[in-house]
């Protein structure tokens, strides 16, 4: 809807001039300007409103705006067309940008499977942990702005942009509106949208600033200010919400702090010539999942305010004469030569730490892009939890680029938690602490506590400064509780007890890809608890020397996008020590040399490989690929490859749809499986898999029986929230015959 003020002054004297416009001289062309409100995810409604402005001759010259507005208004405002911001707007990952993540793929090679795992992390600092925030630092989004902002990085006065502009924030010392015209662009704008409780607050200019829109989100009257005649406002705040729709403590403290401008908005909204307010109640201020709809329907109010917008350029271009529309008002700069630099914010490590983990090296030329990158090297070292940068010119044409740094403290303690069917409840702790022993390394210890008991130990010392080179010390113990089967029915339970400890030498050329070679030492101890029929008792113990390969090139560590993760081992176990003995319905055999066990040598190779192709913006196409064989292992024990499951989550496991974990134990196996993934809507997948499995082509067991194929399905709803994801599955085996439930939630040890 559009409310035109017909009894503005200002519209009559402009029909008068038009009628009159060959008999008089013309005045001085009335100066128009744009204020748009913030409102989070509705904001993304004003492109359709500038797409209606460009496409109608408009020439625009002044914009202000608040929070959201503030973003798309400053685009603009730098020579961005609406359709290029339209564009930008439908190709973010708004999940990634509004996080305090990054890019799996710029994290190192050592450091992935830790990343982002853990629901609560906890900083020790001043000798105690610190309660987390919640607050997003936004690392993403700021070197988002950096590379849009870019062109203009030599501007600091926003009145010389193509078209003037202003934003507006709020001074959090004395709660005043601060209007931002000059300074660093990209702070003022991560100022203005900065919203108490889910941002951080941003120091600018000697101030600390939160969003503008607690007391000013619809800036009209500084357009005003700025020489604007002429106002279009567009308005996509619903206001405050009625006291029974406030639900939660968000709502609450998001209704607190916006007290203020909605009685700012009752003075500013009577000045817009042409008001525009936006009608979205489906839609809050965090529905980026909802964008491409938002953006359809900002366009298609533009649609209908086209024939004004077009009616009031040519009428401007009757009475004052005819003026060009101003395109590719963009700079054009590609690149600039760093000849200096200053990093601010480090304690524990240095500056000269900081530039060498991004290889930065001056006077080169380096373009948005590529310093991007630059600085999601240095954050992928987990040493610092926000890096942000401006640059400065310098008289000979070069800049100086300066670095504000947060460093992360040296010492985490992490909370998961973890449930499925094998492993039963699990409370996941995880103690990190970096520089501990030596520097440049880090050393972890993770407890599962709950119906399976788990502890792991590893110390990463990294070789040099590149981090190309590491090596890495660990140790775990497992204690399940094991479901047998005979004919896919189980019949049996035993306990399994595993303790391993090894070394390994890693090196890896990039954040990608590694390779090495290790050793470990592996003890097993097998217990039935439930007698059945023919069983063993006892342990085994072996060494193996091993070679591996291992890629990543995922997006994101749960439910990926685009990338493969790959990891392939081959070694030698060397002579076994096992010390078993057979049981007949609990009872020892009476003659246990009538069963041969091999302690022989044999070589081993496992492969695990997953890949993940976008089809389109909500639909991914999963392969996946896993496999293992025991090379000359027919009379060998306690180190088969164990079928089934929907989660990788103990040794030598193959996932497979169709069976429950431990359903089928085999020397050699190979697994294929493809599936397509669906996001229903924010956070809510259904995930469709089918797999095909192949055993006993190279070895074949004395003491298990398995076919040589089996084929399987499985449908998931998964809803990936606080605690993780949660997967409610059902699936089914062509060899069982069985329809089977299977529940999954959070990260697995």
């Given at each position: ?7 503005k ?22 100066k ?16 359709g ?101 870019f062109?203009v ?26 209007v ?28 600390r600033m ?7 989100n ?6 005003k ?12 705040a ?12 968000l ?32 839609y ?75 290889d ?62 094998f492993?039963?409840v ?24 709950g ?23 660990e ?17 049996g ?35 039935p608890?439930?007698?059945?029929g023919?069983?063993?008792?006892g ?8 070679g ?7 997006d ?7 990338g ?59 392969l996946n ?23 990788k ?7 497979f ?92 040890f």
């Open positions: 809807m559009v409310i035109f003020k017909s009894y002054p200002l519209l009559v004297g402009l029909i008068f001039l038009v009628q009159s416009a060959l008999a008089q001289v013309p005045a001085q062309r009335p128009i300007g744009v204020t748009l409100s913030g409102g989070g995810a509705k904001g993304l409604a004003h492109i409103i500038l797409k209606a402005i460009d496409s109608a001759g408009l020439n625009v010259d002044y914009i202000t705006g608040t929070s959201m507005g503030s973003i798309i208004g400053s685009l603009y405002a730098i020579g961005y067309t609406a359709d290029s911001i339209e564009k930008i707007a439908r190709s973010i990952d708004w999940d990634l940008l509004l996080s305090n993540q990054s890019s799996l793929r710029s994290i190192f090679m050592e450091e992935k499977n830790e990343y982002s795992k853990y629901v609560v992390e906890l900083p020790w600092q001043n000798h105690r942990f610190r309660l987390p925030s919640g607050l997003l630092q936004g690392q993403e989004l700021w070197l988002k702005f950096s590379e849009l902002y062109p990085h030599q501007e600091k006065d926003f009145s010389r942009f193509s078209i003037p502009f202003r934003c507006i924030g709020t001074d959090v010392g004395n709660g005043e509106a601060i931002m015209k000059e300074g660093e662009i990209i702070s003022a704008i991560r100022s203005s949208m900065a919203i108490p409780s889910v941002f951080t607050a941003v120091d600018y200019n000697g101030k939160v969003d503008g829109g607690i007391v000013r619809f800036p009209v009257r500084d357009v200010e700025m020489g604007a005649n002429i106002v279009i406002g567009s308005n996509v619903s206001g405050l919400l009625p006291s029974e729709k406030v639900r939660n403590a709502q609450i403290l998001l209704q607190i702090a916006f007290f203020r401008e909605a009685e700012d908005a009752r003075t500013e909204v009577p000045q817009c010539d042409i008001y525009i307010p936006f009608k979205m109640e489906k809050n201020m965090g529905s980026f999942s909802d964008g491409n709809d938002i953006l359809n329907l900002g366009i298609e109010e533009g649609r209908k305010l086209y024939p004004k917008f077009k009616r009031l350029a040519d009428s401007l271009n009757a009475i004052y004469g005819p003026v060009a529309f101003r395109k590719n008002r963009l700079p054009k700069v590609q690149a600039v030569t760093i000849s200096s630099f200053e990093v601010h914010g480090v304690e524990k490590t240095s500056s000269e730490f900081f530039a060498h983990t991004m930065l090296q001056l006077n080169r030329s380096y373009t948005a892009h590529k310093l991007s990158n630059m600085v999601r090297q240095a954050y992928g070292t987990r040493y610092y939890s926000r890096i942000i940068y401006s640059l400065q010119p310098q008289s000979d044409g070069t800049c100086k680029i300066i670095f504000d740094v947060t460093e992360n403290p040296l010492t985490f303690a992490k909370l998961g938690i973890h449930y499925n069917r492993t039963g699990g409370i996941i702790a995880n103690i990190t602490a970096r520089n501990f022993f030596i520097t440049n390394s880090r050393s972890l210890v993770t407890i599962n506590i119906e399976s008991f788990r502890i792991r130990g590893e110390h990463l010392q990294y070789l040099g400064r590149l981090k190309n080179f590491a090596l890495i010390a140790t775990q113990f497992d204690r399940f509780d094991v479901n047998t089967y005979e004919q896919y029915k189980q019949d339970l035993y306990k399994q007890n595993f303790f391993k400890i090894g070394e390994r030498f890693q090196f890896s050329p990039t954040r990608n890809f590694s390779l090495g070679a290790g050793h470990r030492f592996e003890w097993v101890h097998y217990s608890k439930i007698a059945k023919l069983e063993l008792k342990t085994n113990n072996y060494n193996t020397l091993y591996y390969v291992s890629h990543n090139s995922l994101r560590s749960i439910y990926a996008r685009r493969v993760k790959l990891y392939a081992e081959a070694g030698r176990v060397f002579e076994q020590h096992p010390n078993l003995n057979f049981l007949s319905n609990g009872v020892p055999l009476e003659d246990p040399d009538s069963i041969q066990i091999s302690a022989y040598p044999y070589l081993r190779t496992t492969l695990d490989v997953e890949s993940y192709i976008p089809l389109g913006g909500r639909t991914t196409l999963l690929g896993q496999g293992g064989i025991n090379f000359n292992y027919t009379r060998n024990v306690l180190n088969e490859f164990a079928i089934g499951g929907l989660t989550v103990f040794r030598n496991q193959i996932t749809a169709g069976l429950h974990e431990g359903t089928l134990y085999t020397p050699s196996v190979a697994m294929l499986q493809g599936g397509l993934r669906v996001q229903l809507f924010n956070n809510n997948y259904v995930t469709g898999k089918a797999n095909v499995l192949f055993t006993n082509f190279i070895s074949r067991s004395e003491f298990f029986q398995n076919p040589d194929l089996l084929s399987g399905y499985s449908l998931t709803y998964s809803y990936n929230f606080a605690l993780g994801p949660l997967e409610i599955s059902t699936m089914y085996s062509d060899q069982t015959r069985k329809l089977q439930w299977y529940i999954n939630l959070g990260i697995p």
